[in-house]
T-cell receptor, first 116, second 113 residues
Framework: NAGVTQTPKFQVLKTGQSMTLQCAQDMNHNSMYWYRQDPGMGLRLIYYSASEGTTDKGEVPNGYNVSRLNKREFSLRLESAAPSQTSVYFC???????????????FGDGTRLSIL | KNQVEQSPQSLIILEGKNCTLQCNYTVSPFSNLRWYKQDTGRGPVSLTIMTFSENTKSNGRYTATLDADTKQSSLHITASQLSDSASYICVVSVYQAGTALIFGKGTTLSVSS
């Protein structure tokens, strides 16, 4: 099983460029999430989708947009990249929304993004 | 403010030895507590999830404990192996609509031969 697949694995952008990070899961999960992980900090939630057709802001949504394309796919878009967005981005999925449920989150292996 | 604090920040042990990682939290209302293992360059992988009523849960050589009264959890690793070298992340779930997972910064464990 592939689980959660993220593309690309690495990307270098110039300030002001745009790009979309792709995420797909094959576990038929309802909920999907985007996190960023920076040195010395815990994972921070950018956006999440509790179910197909819905999206909500997390802790650090500024500068990002998301699209829940279908049940399998959840993309993250940077419209005008800034150096502060240099980070490792993780996509995750779970059977139902994490928080009130005891369902584990399954993570992809991340996209390492550098913005010059 | 909801917070999760982990200690130590890093730890070095010899292969075969046991170790215990700590997690203290100030999260309310509490739903569950999770431990994840994150290998270098990989995404986190779930080890255990414990609810309020569970005191201990094991996953192979990993045993997590939870004291909901003192708001403390520990992850005990028995007979460590080189493959245990990783970051271990404590995550506490806030009981509310939507998602509210508070992530600790992790403990970096290095197991040497």
């Amino acid at each position: 099983n592939a689980g959660v697949t993220q593309t690309p694995k690495f990307q270098v952008l110039k300030t002001g460029q745009s790009m979309t990070l792709q995420c797909a899961q094959d576990m038929n999960h309802n909920s999907m999430y985007w996190y960023r992980q920076d040195p010395g900090m815990g994972l921070r939630l950018i956006y999440y989708s509790a179910s197909e057709g819905t999206t909500d802001k997390g802790e650090v949504p500024n500068g990002y947009n998301v699209s829940r394309l279908n049940k399998r796919e959840f993309s993250l878009r940077l419209e005008s990249a800034a150096p502060s967005q240099t980070s490792v981005y993780f996509c995750a999925s779970s059977e139902s929304i994490a928080g009130g449920s005891n369902q584990p989150q399954h993570f992809g292996d991340g996209t390492r993004l550098s913005i010059l | 403010k909801n917070q999760v604090e982990q200690s130590p920040q890093s730890l070095i042990i010899l292969e075969g030895k046991n170790c215990t990682l700590q997690c203290n939290y100030t999260v309310s209302p509490f739903s569950n507590l999770r431990w994840y293992k994150q290998d270098t360059g990989r995404g986190p992988v779930s080890l255990t999830i414990m609810t309020f009523s569970e005191n201990t849960k094991s996953n192979g050589r990993y045993t997590a404990t939870l004291d909901a009264d003192t708001k403390q959890s520990s992850l005990h690793i028995t007979a460590s192996q080189l493959s245990d070298s990783a970051s271990y992340i404590c995550v506490v779930s806030v009981y509310q609509a939507g998602t509210a997972l508070i992530f600790g910064k992790g403990t970096t464990l290095s197991v040497s031969s």
